[in-house]
């Protein structure tokens, strides 16, 4: 196999050694717009170039060019949803370019092909979600991006808040939680043949039956707020969702039922999990569990807390029961001694906003 721009380590542990695997191949970046003019519309030299550049520099490149445009279309429309329109395609495109480059150069292997599959689904049920719920209408932003705004009364302040965090922290914590799959990538060219065994397929399974969980979950919360929608314009609950709410259920104005009984935010436990699970799965391989690539893993999980914290924050203050639901369901994880919800009637019907309720997805209320 011809020499490539990724490192020889003596160990499975070297794999994931920031040092050897990432800092040596940073100075492509560089070059690599010098190279990209120069091929300019060459097809076969611009797939030189691609082949000559790490994979995770290449990737770090787009990430950059990405997070650059965000920023200048947030700003020229003061609408900061630029980055939660792609943050269910880029980790996609970052697991797929990985397995795509390790196709091209020869390191054909199941792990990275079984990533790329489970991540396009991800991204498919994620974008289709936010799709459905009007997140690509023109104009649409996330509602949570006003009330930050509130907060921050310098336009200056909140233009540097934009840039380094929105568009930069943001973009860079898409890429960062597939960095799990590019240190794949050099176990693939410093192993050799892989061995695809039953904890390999354990792990890929496991992330299906994540995205499995979040599907229900989204269905469950969208057949309740259409069941909502309708009871708030014609005091009816339609055939279709008889079965499933009652008046009491739709007066409470939030979801309590199914996966909902038992988490406050089945779909955030699940995403969670999807990302948690491929860090994992490196981890294993590998044989160390402590690594630069559980950086993004631990982003994702914070802006999690962070960004659930002030959704709910927002909904109890429209929802006079919500508090007691917190009390008695788990924000992420059940509470396994809690005693059943008991159904009771709301009095005064109460209107809401369908994207105002803690039917968020992902970060981005996808």
């Given at each position: 196999m011809a020499s490539l721009p990724l490192p020889r380590v003596e160990s499975l542990v070297d794999c994931t050694s920031f040092k050897l695997t990432v800092l040596p191949y940073l100075a492509q970046l560089q070059w690599l717009p010098a190279s990209l003019r120069e091929a300019g519309r060459d097809v076969a030299s611009l797939k030189a170039v691609y082949i000559a550049t790490n994979p995770l520099v290449s990737a770090l490149a787009l990430g950059a060019c990405f997070a650059v445009l965000f920023f200048l279309a947030a700003e020229i429309n003061r609408n900061y949803s630029q980055v939660d329109r792609f943050w269910?395609?880029?980790?996609?495109?970052?697991?797929?370019?990985?397995?795509?480059?390790?196709?091209?150069?020869?390191?054909?292997?199941?792990?990275?092909?079984?990533?790329?599959?489970?991540?396009?689904l991800w991204s498919v049920r994620l974008t289709f979600n936010y799709w459905r719920k009007g997140g690509y209408q023109i104009g649409s932003e996330d509602y949570r991006w006003q009330i930050v705004r509130s907060k921050v009364n310098s336009t200056f302040l909140f233009t540097i808040f934009n840039f380094s965090f929105i568009a930069a922290a943001q973009s860079l914590l898409l890429l960062l939680i597939t960095a799990p799959t590019y240190v794949f990538v050099v176990v693939a060219y410093n192993q050799g043949a892989e061995t695809f065994g039953l904890p390999d397929l354990a792990f890929s399974r496991a992330v299906f039956f994540f995205l499995i969980i979040e599907y229900l979950a989204d269905q469950q919360q969208w057949n309740f707020q259409a069941a909502k929608r309708e009871y708030l314009d014609q005091a009816r609950i339609s055939e279709q969702y008889k079965d499933q709410f009652s008046f009491e259920d739709l007066e409470r104005g939030f979801v309590v039922s199914g996966l909902w009984a038992w988490s406050r935010h089945p779909n955030f436990v699940a995403e969670q999990a999807v990302w948690l699970t491929l860090y994992l799965w490196t981890c294993y391989r590998t044989e160390t569990y402590v690594q630069w690539a559980g950086l993004g893993v631990v982003g994702y999980l914070l802006i999690f807390q962070g960004s659930t914290r002030l959704t709910e924050s927002i909904t109890a203050g429209k929802y006079s029961e919500y508090s007691e639901y917190q009390a008695r369901v788990g924000r992420f994880l059940p509470r396994l001694s809690a005693e059943a919800k008991v159904t009771k009637g709301a009095g005064k019907k109460k209107a809401a906003l369908p994207t105002e309720q803690p039917d968020a997805e992902g970060k981005k209320s996808k």
């Open positions: 269910s395609i880029l980790p996609a495109v970052y697991n797929v370019h990985f397995a795509a480059w390790a196709r091209l150069v020869g390191l054909r292997t199941q792990t990275l092909d079984s990533i790329a599959v489970v991540t396009v």
